[in-house]
């Protein structure tokens, strides 16, 4: 059973999932940042419905291990597309949103297919493995398109401070993320230590996103390049 | 051999989100004037010193916690240590590296002490709540 620290992390994660929503509605910017905030009400009914399963089966019960991988499969869609959205948000003016949607269905698809590829040579329990591998890799996709979007915001004159922090938060999760993934591959028998960072790195993505719709102004703006690590003058 | 590249390339990416990430905070800061208690107390020089931080986190800690800006002040931290440690490996080999990294240390040291700024006056609205309860 998880510990009390566990279930403190856990609590936390899920007070500041509700903080994004009430500070995005307290900011007017909830139609703006829809999937951002759609994902984090998902987060808050995964947290509670893997809190119930958690109560009634046990930590190591089968039926507990298939709604946390199935439940974080699903959310990591749902934040993939949030990263969609913030990318129809960057490029709002081009009137490319539609070439966008697009892209993503056929990249989340390519996805899906490659992770099935490699899953229906190395398994047995297809669905499962499958919910795990997909989440593993769309984090790097995620963390790749991160990085274009990043890039593209980096040759912006003037983007909003909101976004840039929306933005930069995004990948420094993915990234770690990522990073875990890659060393629990790496070394297998690692995963058990590596996966007890999962939920506190969990909540740097809601505490950031609380704070920047918060703290940062609608109106602030700030020139992307300055930020950069060549970008020097103050 | 691709779980490697997979890592490697994580933890550059991971790099390449932070540093703009905390200058980000840091820029919003940078228009902040101090209040001249604060600029007493921390006895800042303009343009800060990266050798201030330590002792105006300090006075920072000696504040009633705001929740709000404790991560934020955390990623400060590891920026400031991430920074001493580029100070320490370039300090003979490129002297510019080294004058950049002085003055984002220095700005470091200005997010704390605007963080101290903020803790002070709403330790007073705290109080000022508290009497005329």
Redesign the interface.
Same mark, same amino acid.
């Given at each position: 059973m998880p510990g009390a620290a566990s279930y403190a992390i856990l609590f936390l994660g899920t007070l500041l999932e509700a903080l994004v929503v009430v500070s995005a509605i307290k900011r007017k910017v909830l139609r703006k940042y829809f999937v951002l905030n759609l994902y984090m009400v998902l987060c808050l009914l995964v947290s509670w419905g893997r809190h119930y399963t958690l109560a009634r089966d046990g930590f190591g019960s089968l039926n507990y291990r298939y709604f946390y991988f199935y439940t974080d499969a699903l959310l990591t869609i749902v934040l993939y597309f949030s990263l969609i959205s913030l990318y129809l948000s960057v490029f709002e003016e081009m009137k490319v949103g539609r070439y966008l949607r697009l892209g993503a269905v056929a990249l989340l698809a390519g996805t899906s297919w490659f992770t099935y590829a490699i899953v229906s040579q190395s398994s047995h329990k297809i669905l499962t493995y499958f919910a795990f591998e997909l989440s593993q890799n769309l984090y790097f996709v995620g963390l790749v398109l991160t990085y274009v979007l990043w890039a593209a915001v980096l040759k912006m004159r003037q983007t909003p401070a909101l976004l840039i922090q929306l933005v930069l938060s995004l990948g420094i999760y993915f990234s770690f993320f990522a990073a875990c993934y890659a060393l629990a591959n790496l070394h297998p028998t690692l995963y058990s230590r590596v996966s007890v960072l999962f939920p506190v790195v969990g909540c740097l993505l809601p505490l950031s996103w609380a704070y920047a719709f918060w703290r940062v102004p609608n109106e602030a703006r700030i020139a992307p390049a300055r930020l950069a690590m060549a970008g020097v003058s103050r | 051999m691709i779980?490697?590249i @997979?890592?490697c390339?994580?933890?550059i990416?991971?790099l390449?989100?932070? @540093? *703009?990430?905390c200058?980000?905070?840091i820029?919003?800061s940078?228009n902040h004037v101090l209040s001249p208690e604060v600029q007493d107390v921390t006895g800042l020089t303009s *343009?800060a010193s990266g050798e201030d931080f330590h002792r105006v986190v300090q006075l920072l800690r000696l504040c009633p916690d705001r929740p709000?800006?404790r991560?934020?002040i955390r990623a400060i931290g590891v920026y400031f240590s991430m920074l001493n440690a580029l100070k320490a490996l370039t300090r003979s080999i490129a002297p510019a590296v080294r004058t950049?990294v002085e003055?984002e240390l220095g700005?470091c040291t200005y997010f704390a002490a605007v963080a101290l700024d903020r803790r002070v006056a709403f330790s007073r609205d705290l109080l000022a709540q508290q009497i005329e309860a």
């Open positions: - | 779980a490697a @997979v890592l390339c994580s933890i990416f991971f390449q989100f932070f @540093v *703009p990430y200058r980000s905070l820029a919003a940078s *343009p709000e800006d991560g934020e950049w003055r700005r």
